[in-house]
T-cell receptor, first 108, second 117 residues
Framework: KDQVFQPSTVASSEGAVVEIFCNHSVSNAYNFFWYLHFPGCAPRLLVKGSKPSQQGRYNMTYERFSSSLLILQVREADAAVYYCASCPVRAAGNKLTFGGGTRVLVKP | DTGVSQNPRHKITKRGQNVTFRCDPISEHNRLYWYRQTLGQGPEFLTYFQNEAQLEKSRLLSDRFSAERPKGSFSTLEIQRTEQGDSAMYLC???????????????FGPGTRLLVL
């Protein structure tokens, strides 16, 4: 069964680097997608792809079956749920398989 | 705002009633997806459209569920004879035409939260 795994909670202090690890068992999947989700809002895509990348304060590391999201200089406002997702390369639609989400807690 | 929009944002209904949700994707996105999310879980795939054609349905989509995308633009998801277990957030996403990472990249709406009493 295709599955994506990530920790349920990560706690940090303001100004630190937060790392959220993710790995998957999705057949024929190469790309990772990291989403940020605040309650009541649309999940927002942060970073994506099959190689290390950076978008502002968000860094993505990449291995074939695992990825980490690093949030640099974390702030209280970054406290939210972060989802890792992957999808298989197929000729048909690319449905995403999500992890259960990681709640990031930030202490001032 | 040119993002994915969903209506209504909240729906409370009684068990046995029918409900319908609407999703308007980003303009020119030809692929549209429906996901369901229950409390404490990640979104789970329900179904997918390419233009007006429904190309895949998950086993989660029982025969009480039906989705349409009649003109290849907006989509509706209907749940007939709702059950308490249908209570969840229903998310819609769209992706643009293209290949590889471009078409795999999905942009989500804010969801419709359904509560079945």
């Amino acid at each position: 069964k295709d599955q994506v795994f990530q920790p349920s909670t990560v706690a940090s202090s303001e100004g630190a680097v937060v790392e959220i690890f993710c790995n998957h068992s999705v057949s024929n999947a190469y790309n990772f997608f990291w989403y940020l989700h605040f309650p009541g809002c649309a999940p927002r895509l942060l970073v994506k792809g099959s190689k290390p990348s950076q978008q502002g304060r968000y860094n993505m590391t990449y291995e074939r079956f695992s990825s980490s999201l690093l949030i640099l200089q974390v702030r209280e406002a970054d406290a939210a749920v972060y989802y890792c997702a992957s999808c298989p390369v197929r000729a048909a639609g690319n449905k995403l398989t999500f992890g259960g989400g990681t709640r990031v807690l930030v202490k001032p | 705002d040119t993002g994915v929009s969903q209506n209504p944002r909240h729906k409370i209904t009684k068990r046995g009633q029918n409900v319908t949700f609407r999703c308007d994707p980003i303009s020119e996105h030809n692929r549209l997806y429906w996901y369901r999310q229950t409390l404490g879980q990640g979104p789970e795939f329900l179904t997918y459209f390419q233009n007006e054609a429904q190309l895949e349905k998950s086993r989660l989509l029982s025969d009480r569920f039906s989705a349409e995308r009649p003109k290849g633009s907006f989509s509706t998801l209907e749940i007939q004879r709702t059950e308490q277990g249908d209570s969840a957030m229903y998310l819609c996403a769209s992706s643009p035409p293209g290949w590889g990472l471009v078409r795999e990249t999905q942009y989500f709406g804010p969801g419709t939260r359904l509560l079945v009493l």
